[in-house]
């Protein structure tokens, strides 16, 4: 990690929330993420009375789907969080809680394809074709691929101004999600109108700020954060300003392009 | 009160005596221990009901019973569509213990010459029960075989004398949300209804269901009465019957009522039909593991030989 090469970045400097983030509250949050996953597959064995019920593919496809949902809401709620606190370092639990989303968004499709449709792609084609909200589902599984192609360091450096502009698709995505459960469910919508709700306030903050202060905050916010974060320079400037307010740093650092 | 004559029975020709006193049905438990099982037989006779012990008396019905084998107790109590008691699958087995099953009464309706409010115990009493392994097709293309215990619907039905103008019959659900809790939420339009045609519900196998496995229904299959249509799609099969209402235009229908497109008045299995979010031309059949692939609807959910005249001339696709 170039950040690590830094003289000045040394695990002895680098600071506190920094490093309770990254080796504190990353650890446990990954650990956390492979629960539902873990709780699958104990179920499918039936080890210690973990089991799935009359229907276990049905009970996979939608643990898998749900999770797929609340990840993608945990990535939108990363940024107001830094807004909020000022603090960037909450960054670094960005791009591990959307590779969550698209690793379940990927088994929730493998499960369709693999154990429900018996990888009849024909069937399956048919199914996305004709059936709106497999369509949706679909689409929203393919614009996950670039952002998950995307997501390395070397990308977001090499694609700049335009890595930003690329990853605003997960507010597509989010709306496409929800509307894809929405439509899913037979008559018992309040569940999807619950995930509706957390994805119109996450959105809403956005538009609010964006609507709010226009010059300053905004372009100085989040958007720049993101791109200090690629490059290395930028990384030990933050570490070694964490202090001072969120406008302060970001004027500290060049931008990337 | 209680032991008014009641007016089917003058119909049915049945005697008060043949009837169990309400206290000795209901304190047949304590009885039973109390005499020792032999003895209270003897003593109570013919006068215990089909449902003295949990474990129901009844005959098997080969003839209308498939040799496919039965899901497992615990599959067909445990995966339950029943929105009274919520939406998830595991729901109903979950908090279905607020329904209170007995003493339990039906009501019956319209068009018969018979009608009024009765004891479902006495309404029960002069028929035969049977066991019926049947298919189960739900709409969510997925499928069972359940070995139901019950009694035919036409059978029950005669006795109330349906007139010349009883061309549908409907059925009604328990409204009360003190012991259905899914009923406050607004998913459906409560109570949860439900009809046949009068040919349909006089079919031979359309089957009015009292017990599972050979014991009393369970609260969340819909005890203590619900009604099984196995070449249709399994919502079909309501659940908790308060009443029977004989009428001579065609009745609403919950399903029918949330979303028409999705789910027709006739709802009979079709794979030729799709829903309007997945084909019906494919069902998972629960219990069958993980990989092993889905199989063919058949029409009529393999009824069809029994049935399908009275489908005659139909167009199935817009009668769905």
Redesign the interface.
Known sequence: MPAASTAANTVADRPRLERWIRFGVKPLVFGAALLPAAWLVAGVFEWQGFALGANPIAAILHTCGRWTLNFILLTLTVTPIVQLTGRSEWLRLRRMLGLFAFTYALLHFLTYLVLDQSLDVRAVMQDIVKRPYITIGFTALLLLVPLAATSTRRMMRRLGRRWQQLHRLVYVIAVLGVWHFYWEVKADVRQPLLYAGAVAVLLGIRWWKRRGSRSATFRAGVGRYARAFCSARAASQIAASTSGPPTQVASGIASPK | MYRRKLSFERAAGIVPSEITPRDVYFNRRELLRAVGFGAALTALGSAIPALATDGLSYRKNLRYSTTETP?TY??IA??NNF?EFG?G??DPAANAGTLRPRPWSLTISGEAEVKGRYDLEDILKPHALEERIYRLRCV?A?SMVIPWVGIPLGDLLKRFQPTSRAKYVAFKTLLDHKQMPGER?T??DWPYVEGLRIDEAMHPLSLLVVGLYGQVLPNQNGAPLRLVVPWKYGFKGIKSIVEIHFTERQPRTSWNT??PEAYGFYSNVNPAV?H????QARE?R??AG??N??IPTQLFNGYASEVADLYRGMDLRRYY
């Open positions: 899901n615990q599959d445990t995966y929105y939406t699958k595991g969510e997925w939420s998913v459906l949330a979303y799709d309007p979010n997945w084909s998972r629960i219990g993980l990989f692939a889905r």
